[in-house]
């Protein structure tokens, strides 16, 4: 679990930090009017490709197919995010001329609008792969698909593309996908022997429905005031005090990464083996803590050396928000630990509960406090967070129910059987022939 928390973190840090280098070339050869076009239009394909994933990416961690019908429950659900995400990014066209108007250029020529919608569903299928390496527990091909070779790609890509404009920003951030999304699939074919199957015999898709449903919308009720605080930050506040925050916020998700990666990766154990549900879980908290803690102390007293890296205004404006958003990071450890254990153990209802704790304190605190400044704005995430993770972490220490005992086996041991032969017998138990009632074929001592 450590091994795999440690790699989930890496591919988000060098995710991060490439995406960094990237904005900072694309920023010295291109003017900001075309890079606050194509920053609409990235961001549009990540939240695309997000809301693309009904859930799968979840389910195909809690729920693998055994071996034999592995292949078809990968195939499908990358079959069904293509479709899903391809439809959506159309829609998002589609409604282009109500809420981005100066972004038309990409619906009016035909290839503009079929390389976005390629984008989009190569993103989707990206993480969805990432999830299906999470599951058997090599997070570091993530390190290598989809942090190095995506980040590589588009960052190479700009200086040549410099000529088409915000299209070319765009195209660049679109090859990182292509390349990710190519190197991911011969990743799984060499070391997973993944092969395409559209046979829907024993994937568990259609019975893991409800689960994949349920995941579904309490992600999308977690993504809610990520999406809804930075409007009301621009609506209360103006434009450039939503820049400070977007700025400072970033900075604290490199934070909150530790909690999340951990997060799956226990996800991913206690799939392979729900004995160790209580162990696991506890052992996460540990690492989370021992990783947690010292981080936030470290951006929360840094917090000024940080933002001046962006400039003398941001160091200035944004200071005590960093602070504040760094302390947070605690109580939003908690409620990821205690929402990825509500999802173990399958308690989807008091999963979405415990989301639109977070959705509604959040964004309604935000609203109310938003005019008294931007360190008011991280106040309303904290206690957002905290009081979703209270409510989830009283849910999960009410224990899950104790699976039922086998029958003890009702056999006449005969003559020279002797007592400890009987208490094997008890305790061992064996597959073999089903019936009603134990038999001795089944056990043996």
């Not at 200071?319 to 999802?343: H, M």
């Amino acid at each position: 679990m450590f091994r795999s928390s440690f790699f989930l973190l890496a591919s988000t840090v060098t995710t991060a930090g490439l995406s960094f280098l990237f904005w900072v070339v694309v920023a010295r050869f291109y003017p900001p009017e075309q890079v606050g076009l194509a920053t609409s239009l990235i961001s549009a394909t990540s939240l695309l490709a997000y809301l693309s994933m009904f859930g799968l990416n979840s389910t195909l961690i809690r729920f693998p197919a055994d071996d034999a019908a592995r292949n078809g429950q990968v195939t499908q659900s990358m079959a069904l995010v293509v479709l899903v995400s391809c439809a959506a990014a159309g829609l998002y066209l589609l409604g282009l001329p109500w809420y981005g108007h100066k972004l038309l250029f990409i619906r009016d020529h035909p290839h503009l609008a079929v390389l976005f919608v390629l984008f989009c569903a190569c993103a989707a299928v990206n993480l969805l792969v990432k999830a299906v390496f999470i599951s058997a527990r090599m997070a570091q091909y993530n390190v290598l698909f989809d942090g190095i070779l995506q980040g590589l790609a588009k960052i190479a890509a700009p200086v040549a593309l410099v000529g088409f404009g915000a299209v070319g920003i765009v195209g660049s951030a679109g090859i990182g996908y292509v390349v990710a999304v190519a190197a991911a699939l011969l990743l799984l074919r060499r070391h997973l022997g993944f092969r395409f199957d559209f046979r829907s015999r024993g994937t568990r898709l259609r019975e893991q429905l409800r689960f994949s449903v349920a995941s579904y919308v309490s992600s999308l009720i977690n993504l809610a005031p990520v999406l809804v605080t930075p409007l009301i930050v621009l609506q209360k506040l103006g434009a450039s005090e939503a820049g400070y925050y977007f700025v400072a916020f970033q900075i604290a998700a490199l934070l909150n990464s530790v909690s999340t990666a951990v997060g799956e990766a226990v996800f991913a154990e206690v799939s392979s083996d729900e004995s160790r549900f209580g162990e696991l879980l506890r052992r996460s908290g540990k690492i989370i803590a021992a990783v947690q803690v010292p981080a936030v102390a470290v951006v929360a007293s840094g917090s000024g050396l940080l933002l001046l890296m962006f400039g003398a205004d941001y160091a200035s404006t944004a200071r005590g928000l960093l602070s504040v958003l760094a302390i947070a990071a605690l109580p939003v450890a908690l409620n990821t630990w205690a929402c990825f254990g509500l999802k173990l153990a399958q308690r989807m209802k008091q999963l979405i509960t415990a989301n639109v704790i977070l959705a509604s304190t959040t964004i309604g605190l935000s609203s109310l406090w938003a005019p008294r400044g931007l360190i008011w704005v991280g106040y309303a995430w904290g206690l957002g967070n905290l009081a979703a993770g209270l409510f989830a972490t009283a849910a999960v220490l009410r224990g899950r129910p104790s699976a039922p005992r086998p029958p003890e086996p009702d056999v006449d041991p005969g003559p020279g059987w002797s007592p400890v032969d009987t208490l094997q017998l008890r305790a061992v138990r064996l597959p073999g022939p089903t019936s009603a009632a134990p038999t001795a074929e089944r056990y043996r001592p």
